[in-house]
């Protein structure tokens, strides 16, 4: 699988420190359309664990996370769960593993999100038209994610 994103820099510098995605652990991305207001406090408790950090984003707080959840046993599903209740703001995550990837989007969902599947593929975007010129995209099942819902493929 592949993850790409452009970004819009809203709250840290426009660098390619900064750039998307981002990788704390083995096999692990993360590409994030949102915010996160607690972002300092959890980026304090991950250090204290022992988690080393390279940016002031938001983002990489958020890929530290599901590293340390990961690192104590959780699966991407998982540690995508406690997502919801461990980081506050507002948030889509897209996450790609060794074995697969996983969405989840914030209680609210103010960040637009569809995604396709068949059974060739599973993509996702922000809007229809990052998808709407993949191979059997008419056939396709097209939806918008749930809040506070995770999605999880794995192989």
């Known amino acids: 699988h592949g993850i790409g994103h452009t970004r819009m820099a809203t709250e840290s510098a426009v660098t390619t420190m900064g750039a998307h995605p981002f990788s704390t652990g083995a096999d692990q991305c993360l590409v994030h359309n949102g915010s996160l207001s ?4 959890v980026r304090r408790e991950l ?3 022992g988690m080393k950090f390279e ?7 958020a890929a530290a996370y599901l590293s340390s959840q990961m690192a104590h046993g959780k699966n991407l599903g998982q540690a995508l769960e406690g997502t919801l209740s ?3 703001g507002f948030f889509t995550f897209l996450v790609g593993t060794k074995n697969g990837f996983g969405v989840v989007r914030d209680p609210i969902a103010c960040k637009p999100a569809v995604m ?6 599973v993509a996702f975007g922000s809007e229809y038209r990052a998808l709407a010129k993949l191979p059997g995209i008419d056939n396709a099942r097209v939806w918008e ?3 506070a819902t995770v999605y999880f493929w794995e192989h």
């Open 116 to 121: 396709a599947e068949t059974d060739q593929y």
């Open 47 to 49: 250090i204290r664990e």
């Open 38 to 41: 607690n972002h300092n406090n």
């Open 86 to 88: 461990d980081l506050d």
């Open 55 to 61: 940016t002031e984003n938001d983002t990489e707080v």
């Open 145 to 147: 994610p749930e809040p």
